[in-house]
């Protein structure tokens, strides 16, 4: 049976960073886990007479969030005190992610993270997992149940990390191919290669990563590049050889479309130019950016390479993709780079989608599209009701929402064309 949702229904034509515009309608129709069609409620009543309708009102109905970067092993230490990246690592991550060893633990918490993503209205995200292959299993159990599009990996460590955490470069690679040969493809799973960062992967290690990748070229493979000052220099030292950073994952085949970057915030020249020219990925993980000191990421690359946003949980301190946004917001100001209300939900759906290069499937509302969506309501607190009564067109219905919301303005989630 069809459902016909109405409300605000917002969607993009086009690229926000290059002209692309923004659309508004007032109803959408999903059947079968895919949208049919979005227009005028009249016609789209008269056309689908037998569907049933759910009526949002003034609400806010979009595509639904896509969180390009989190650790979802990192849901119970978010909001840890006081440390700067490798400091932070040491002291909050590698022991809560020494825990997933327990199968049963790695359930629970992907089963809260999930629960917590999607009050949130993320509705897709791609997450690392840890070093433990029963921690991919349980987190793409979770996504599963609930019908969601989902990415994940066995993060792989061979040095710089407790042993209990350390793998090998074969172990790695052998973990890595199972895991993807048992869930990639799999309803909407898929799976991403995922070596941490250079710092805990031997030069041997990322060999052996970048032969599975060339093995099954249409995964995608995530890693985090030059996210502190710090980090780089230890990167300098430990691969005396490279020209840079990125270099350590060029050498070994870990450069080209389909590879996402988590940060990329302190990049030289010749590092900017290597990733426009091999079509990479980055995401902006504002809030952790700011939360452990790491940097303001140069919104100006979103004009040249596919840019997607991400809470970075645990490093991040949100969430919430809205207070994403709002991060990103404020980061660009300090870097004098004023971000537009559309450009920033476009970079939380459609610029997520396509850095994750599933553009065509999710993070946009059209016909044919998959039907993951969030209800945003527009007032959802007495701070954000007041901030719009003067709003006089949509984004400024929507920038309060952006800068004061949270989960209390997520009104309703589907997921697949299912409301959960
Ligand atoms: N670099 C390597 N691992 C991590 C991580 O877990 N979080 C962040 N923010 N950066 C990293
Ligand atoms: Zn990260």
Redesign the pocket.
């Known amino acids: 049976m069809a459902d016909l949702l109405m409300g605000q229904v917002l969607s993009f034509a086009g690229d926000a960073f290059a002209g692309g515009t923004a659309r508004l309608d007032e109803a959408l129709v999903i059947e079968g886990g895919r949208i049919l069609a979005r227009g005028g409620a009249r016609a789209l009543r008269a056309a689908y007479p037998e569907a049933r309708v759910t009526d949002y009102g003034q609400d806010l109905i979009s595509a639904g969030f896509i969180d390009a970067h989190v650790?979802y092993p990192?849901t119970a230490i978010i909001a840890s005190w006081g440390k700067r990246?490798i400091d932070w690592?040491n002291t909050y991550?590698f022991p809560e992610e020494m825990r997933f060893a327990d199968p049963a633990y790695a359930s629970e918490v992907a089963e809260r993270y999930f629960d917590l993503a999607l009050a949130h209205g993320t509705t897709s995200m791609c997450s690392?997992s840890t070093i433990h292959p029963a921690s991919v299993d349980a987190f793409f159990a979770g996504a599963r149940a609930r019908g969601m599009r989902a990415w994940t990996g066995k993060t792989c460590m061979d040095r710089n990390a407790p042993p209990g955490l350390c793998d090998t470069a074969q172990s790695a690679y052998d973990d890595s191919k199972a895991l993807l040969e048992k869930w990639h493809g799999v309803e909407r799973l898929s799976y991403v290669i995922t070596p941490?960062?250079s710092p805990?992967s031997t030069p041997e290690q990322l060999a052996a990563l970048g032969g599975l990748w060339r093995e099954y070229p249409d995964c995608l493979m995530q890693t985090?590049l030059s996210?502190q000052v710090d980090e780089i220099a230890w990167v300098k030292e430990l691969f005396p050889q490279s020209r840079d950073y990125l270099d350590t994952y060029e050498a070994q085949g870990l450069l080209r479309e389909g590879a996402v970057y988590?940060?990329a915030i302190h990049l030289t020249p010749r590092e900017r130019a290597r990733l426009e020219e091999a079509g990479a990925s980055l995401v902006h993980?504002p809030t952790?950016n700011t939360f452990?000191g790491s940097g303001l990421f140069d919104m100006g690359l979103a004009a040249r390479l596919r840019v997607g946003l991400a809470t970075?949980t645990g490093?991040g301190s949100s969430f919430s993709m809205l207070r994403t946004m709002a991060a990103a917001y404020e980061v660009a100001q300090l870097r004098g780079q004023a971000l537009h209300p559309s450009q920033l939900w476009w970079l939380a759906t459609c610029g997520s989608a396509r850095a994750l290069r599933a553009e065509g499937k999710v993070g946009n509302i059209a016909s044919g599209m998959e039907a993951d969506l969030v209800v945003v309501n527009l007032k959802s607190t007495a701070a954000i009701e007041q901030a719009t009564r003067r709003a006089e067109d949509i984004w400024e219905q929507v920038f309060p929402t952006i800068m004061l919301g949270d989960d209390r303005a997520i009104r309703a989630v589907w997921v697949g064309g299912i409301a959960r």
């Open positions: 650790h990192q990246l690592l991550t690392y941490r960062f805990t985090h996210e988590g940060h993980c952790s452990i970075d490093g």
